[in-house]
Protein backbone atom coordinates (compact mmCIF):
# COMPACT_ATOMS: atom_id res chain seq x y z
CA UNK A 1 0.00 0.00 0.00
CA UNK A 2 2.75 2.77 0.89
CA UNK A 3 4.61 1.97 -2.16
CA UNK A 4 1.18 2.38 -3.77
CA UNK A 5 0.67 5.81 -2.28
CA UNK A 6 4.21 6.88 -3.22
CA UNK A 7 3.61 6.36 -6.89
CA UNK A 8 0.46 7.92 -7.26
CA UNK A 9 2.08 10.79 -5.09
CA UNK A 10 5.36 11.21 -7.12
CA UNK A 11 3.18 10.73 -10.83
CA UNK A 12 -0.22 11.56 -10.63
CA UNK A 13 -1.14 7.88 -12.09
CA UNK A 14 -2.00 4.65 -9.90
CA UNK A 15 0.29 1.85 -9.66
CA UNK A 16 -1.96 -0.39 -11.23
CA UNK A 17 -2.30 1.94 -14.27
CA UNK A 18 1.44 2.06 -14.49
CA UNK A 19 1.75 -2.00 -14.59
CA UNK A 20 -0.74 -1.87 -17.77
CA UNK A 21 1.08 0.43 -19.77
CA UNK A 22 3.47 -1.01 -22.59
CA UNK A 23 6.79 -1.09 -22.11
CA UNK A 24 9.28 0.61 -23.90
CA UNK A 25 11.64 -1.90 -26.44
CA UNK A 26 15.51 -0.97 -25.10
CA UNK A 27 18.02 -0.56 -27.70
CA UNK A 28 20.56 -3.13 -25.62
CA UNK A 29 20.07 -6.45 -24.54
CA UNK A 30 19.88 -7.15 -20.36
CA UNK A 31 21.48 -9.71 -18.75
CA UNK A 32 20.69 -10.87 -15.08
CA UNK A 33 23.19 -12.55 -12.55
CA UNK A 34 23.06 -13.64 -9.00
CA UNK A 35 26.18 -14.11 -7.38
CA UNK A 36 26.01 -17.68 -5.48
CA UNK A 37 29.41 -19.00 -4.00
CA UNK A 38 29.46 -22.31 -4.56
CA UNK A 39 31.01 -23.36 -1.23
CA UNK A 40 28.07 -23.05 1.27
CA UNK A 41 30.93 -22.72 4.19
CA UNK A 42 32.13 -19.76 2.64
CA UNK A 43 28.93 -18.07 2.66
CA UNK A 44 28.39 -19.02 6.22
CA UNK A 45 31.75 -17.69 6.92
CA UNK A 46 31.09 -14.65 5.43
CA UNK A 47 27.68 -14.12 6.79
CA UNK A 48 29.55 -14.49 10.36
CA UNK A 49 32.12 -12.24 9.68
CA UNK A 50 29.40 -9.32 7.91
CA UNK A 51 27.37 -9.51 11.44
CA UNK A 52 29.98 -9.57 13.51
CA UNK A 53 31.32 -6.34 11.47
CA UNK A 54 27.58 -5.04 12.06
CA UNK A 55 28.51 -5.44 16.21
CA UNK A 56 31.62 -3.89 15.95
CA UNK A 57 30.29 -0.78 13.98
CA UNK A 58 27.79 -0.33 16.86
CA UNK A 59 24.49 -2.16 15.82
CA UNK A 60 23.91 -2.80 19.58
CA UNK A 61 24.37 1.07 20.27
CA UNK A 62 22.57 2.07 17.28
CA UNK A 63 19.27 -0.36 18.42
CA UNK A 64 19.59 1.45 22.11
CA UNK A 65 19.76 4.77 20.93
CA UNK A 66 16.57 4.21 18.12
CA UNK A 67 14.50 3.04 21.42
CA UNK A 68 16.04 6.14 23.41
CA UNK A 69 14.54 8.47 21.12
CA UNK A 70 11.31 6.71 19.59
CA UNK A 71 8.14 5.16 20.75
CA UNK A 72 9.15 1.86 19.35
CA UNK A 73 8.32 -1.72 20.41
CA UNK A 74 9.39 -4.93 19.09
CA UNK A 75 6.37 -5.67 16.64
CA UNK A 76 7.52 -2.99 14.63
CA UNK A 77 8.38 -4.14 11.13
CA UNK A 78 11.50 -2.38 11.47
CA UNK A 79 12.04 -4.21 14.84
CA UNK A 80 11.49 -7.30 13.42
CA UNK A 81 13.87 -7.55 10.68
CA UNK A 82 17.20 -9.44 11.13
CA UNK A 83 19.72 -8.20 13.84
CA UNK A 84 17.27 -5.43 14.79
CA UNK A 85 15.34 -8.07 16.56
CA UNK A 86 17.99 -10.21 17.99
CA UNK A 87 19.72 -7.15 19.45
CA UNK A 88 16.64 -5.82 20.82
CA UNK A 89 15.86 -9.15 22.47
CA UNK A 90 19.49 -8.68 23.98
CA UNK A 91 18.49 -5.12 25.37
CA UNK A 92 15.89 -6.80 26.90
CA UNK A 93 17.12 -9.68 29.08
CA UNK A 94 15.96 -12.14 27.20
CA UNK A 95 19.50 -13.60 25.54
CA UNK A 96 22.68 -12.33 26.45
CA UNK A 97 25.56 -11.12 23.52
CA UNK A 98 26.72 -14.49 22.68
CA UNK A 99 23.33 -16.23 22.12
CA UNK A 100 22.16 -13.01 20.26
CA UNK A 101 25.27 -13.40 18.46
CA UNK A 102 24.45 -16.73 17.21
CA UNK A 103 20.45 -16.39 17.01
CA UNK A 104 21.89 -13.09 14.66
CA UNK A 105 24.03 -14.81 12.35
CA UNK A 106 21.37 -17.93 12.02
CA UNK A 107 18.56 -15.59 11.13
CA UNK A 108 20.59 -13.80 8.45
CA UNK A 109 21.72 -17.74 7.10
CA UNK A 110 17.92 -18.23 6.69
CA UNK A 111 17.35 -15.21 4.98
CA UNK A 112 20.61 -15.43 2.74
CA UNK A 113 18.82 -19.30 1.80
CA UNK A 114 15.19 -17.78 1.40
CA UNK A 115 16.93 -15.40 -1.23
CA UNK A 116 18.75 -17.92 -2.78
CA UNK A 117 15.47 -20.10 -3.76
CA UNK A 118 14.00 -16.48 -4.76
CA UNK A 119 16.47 -16.07 -7.28
CA UNK A 120 16.82 -19.11 -8.65
CA UNK A 121 13.30 -18.94 -9.49
CA UNK A 122 13.80 -16.38 -11.66
CA UNK A 123 13.78 -17.07 -14.93
CA UNK A 124 17.00 -15.68 -16.89
CA UNK A 125 18.91 -15.23 -14.47
CA UNK A 126 23.11 -16.51 -14.70
CA UNK A 127 23.75 -18.06 -11.43
CA UNK A 128 28.01 -17.28 -11.19
CA UNK A 129 30.33 -18.61 -8.06
CA UNK A 130 32.06 -14.99 -7.11
CA UNK A 131 35.26 -16.76 -6.04
CA UNK A 132 35.15 -18.91 -9.41
CA UNK A 133 38.62 -18.10 -11.28
CA UNK A 134 37.91 -16.06 -14.34
CA UNK A 135 34.45 -14.49 -13.66
CA UNK A 136 34.74 -11.75 -15.71
CA UNK A 137 35.57 -13.82 -18.69
CA UNK A 138 32.77 -16.23 -17.86
CA UNK A 139 30.19 -12.99 -18.15
CA UNK A 140 31.83 -11.87 -21.17
CA UNK A 141 31.25 -15.27 -22.63
CA UNK A 142 27.52 -15.56 -21.33
CA UNK A 143 26.50 -12.64 -22.58
CA UNK A 144 28.08 -13.08 -25.95
CA UNK A 145 30.18 -9.87 -26.25
Do not use: N
Amino acid sequence: MQRALEVWRATGTRLSALHTQPRAELPFALHSFALLPADRAALHARIAARFDAMLAAGLVEEVEGLRRRHALTAELPSMRCVGYRQVWDCLEGKTDRREMREKGIAATRQLAKRQLTWLRSLPGIGMLDPDAPGLVDQIVRTCGW
